[in-house]
């Protein structure tokens, strides 16, 4: 059975919504209209790019190789855009307790206990997030999973 958007989506907020100094994580069914939480991150899907049934280039013990490489970002919402020194000031330590997660993940990865071979690879990088008016200073986490 393949790993669905929404498996992948729940294990990544459960796992990174464990990361010290959050207050709040959101998969990508309860999403909120408004921002009233610092210290937020939200998860949610963004592409995919497959393989498809009838390509043969990639075989493996004479056996078709089909892959899924499927896109989850993890938006880190930190304060209300001030202060830039304040705002990094409260960033940079959020930022390093989701590495820190996402470091961790060697074996059973995010939890996920599927028949499906995965492995992923993640980047972040600084956002000012404009969540209907206000502006947030945050990070996009961009989650890539291979899945086989």
């Given at each position: 059975m393949a790993i669905t958007l929404a498996q992948l989506c729940d294990a990544v907020e459960t796992t990174l919504g464990a990361a010290t100094g959050l207050n709040r994580s959101q998969s990508f069914d309860e999403l909120t209209s408004g921002m009233n939480t610092k210290n937020t991150l939200q998860v949610y899907p963004d592409s995919c790019l497959g393989t498809s049934r009838g390509e043969t280039e990639r075989h493996s013990f004479n056996k078709t190789r089909y892959e899924r490489r499927i896109t989850i970002f993890a938006d880190l919402y930190g304060r209300q855009r001030s202060q830039i020194a304040e705002d990094m000031g409260e960033l940079v330590p959020l930022i390093d307790a989701i590495m820190d997660e996402l470091d961790a993940q060697t074996t059973n990865i995010f939890g996920l206990t599927t028949g499906n071979?995965?492995?992923?690879?993640?980047?972040?990088?600084?956002?000012?997030?404009?969540?209907?008016?206000?502006?947030?200073?945050?990070?996009?986490?961009?989650?890539?999973?291979?899945?086989?």
């Amino acid at each position: 059975m393949a790993i669905t958007l929404a498996q992948l989506c729940d294990a990544v907020e459960t796992t990174l919504g464990a990361a010290t100094g959050l207050n709040r994580s959101q998969s990508f069914d309860e999403l909120t209209s408004g921002m009233n939480t610092k210290n937020t991150l939200q998860v949610y899907p963004d592409s995919c790019l497959g393989t498809s049934r009838g390509e043969t280039e990639r075989h493996s013990f004479n056996k078709t190789r089909y892959e899924r490489r499927i896109t989850i970002f993890a938006d880190l919402y930190g304060r209300q855009r001030s202060q830039i020194a304040e705002d990094m000031g409260e960033l940079v330590p959020l930022i390093d307790a989701i590495m820190d997660e996402l470091d961790a993940q060697t074996t059973n990865i995010f939890g996920l206990t599927t028949g499906n071979n995965v492995a992923f690879s993640w980047s972040w990088q600084r956002v000012t997030f404009d969540y209907a008016g206000p502006l947030f200073v945050g990070a996009r986490f961009t989650i890539v999973f291979t899945i086989i």
